[in-house]
């Protein structure tokens, strides 16, 4: 069955530290990938998405995620964290067979920063 | 605001009752999904309308949860006969359809604040 599985269910940085959140996708000659985050009391956020062509791809609040075929991974990065990052990060692939594009979540990831 | 509202924000019930939750999407999205999403959890796909039309429903939709979107705009999830495993957010987001040669499943869905239910 597809899924997306994202390891680490909890991580702390310090502000200004580097950030890398993991990301694992089990479907998909071509996947399309999507990073949301949410913020505590609000809905889902996109922070990019992936498609095809360039395997780094920018998102908005200085994120970026490189996807990566031979390790089945799409792993989200920020090069200096601050404190308004903290939150939950959802990686999600559309379901495979569809054609309208609704989304398989992995379990998420909650972020603390410490100042 | 032309974002996704959802309403209420929060309802507390008691088992066996039943509740209702409205969404309003993007009004030029014809597409809209209904999620749960459970403490600890990623949220997870309840059914998809696209304009008035229901065209696919998850086994996690129970016969006691019923979602309409009459005349193509706002949608309705009910739950009829409420059970304490039926706490959980709700959440609702739209989407365009597919455009500019991109399949649909590459479009952005837009989603709202959730509706956060407890029953008690």
């Known amino acids: 069955a597809q899924s997306v599985t994202q390891p680490d269910i909890h991580i702390t940085v310090s502000e200004g530290a580097s950030l890398e959140l993991r990301c694992n996708y089990s479907?998909?000659?071509?996947?399309?990938l999507f990073w949301y985050v949410q913020s505590p009391g609000q809905g889902l956020q996109l922070l990019l998405k992936?498609?095809?062509?360039?395997?780094l791809v920018q998102g908005i609040k200085g994120f970026e995620a490189e996807f990566k075929r031979s390790q089945s991974s799409f792993n989200l990065r920020k090069p200096s964290v601050h404190w308004s990052d903290a939150a939950e990060y959802f990686c999600?692939?559309?379901?495979?067979?569809?054609?309208?594009?609704?989304?398989?979540f992995g379990q998420g990831t909650i972020l603390t920063v410490h100042p | 605001d032309t974002g996704v509202s959802q309403d209420p924000r929060h309802k507390i019930t008691k088992r066996g009752q039943n509740v209702t939750f409205r969404c309003d999407p993007i009004?030029?999205?014809?597409?809209l999904y209904w999620y749960r999403q459970t403490l600890g959890q990623g949220p997870e796909f309840l059914t998809y309308?696209?304009?008035?039309?229901?065209?696919?429903k998850s086994r996690l939709l129970s016969d006691r949860f019923s979602a309409e979107r009459p005349k193509g705009s706002f949608s309705t999830l009910e739950i009829q006969r409420t059970e304490q495993g039926d706490s959980a957010m709700y959440l609702c987001?739209?989407?365009?359809?597919?455009?500019?040669?991109?399949?649909?499943?590459?479009?952005?869905?837009?989603f709202g604040p959730g509706t956060r239910l407890t029953v008690l």
């Open positions: 999600a692939e559309p379901a495979g067979g569809t054609s309208y594009g609704k989304l398989t």
């Open positions: 987001a739209s989407s365009f359809p597919g455009g500019q040669g991109l399949p649909s499943s590459y479009n952005e869905q837009f």
């Open positions: 479907y998909g000659a071509t996947p399309y």
């Open positions: 992936y498609f095809s062509g360039d395997t």
């Open positions: 309308f696209q304009n008035e039309a229901q065209l696919e």
């Open positions: 009004s030029e999205h014809n597409r």
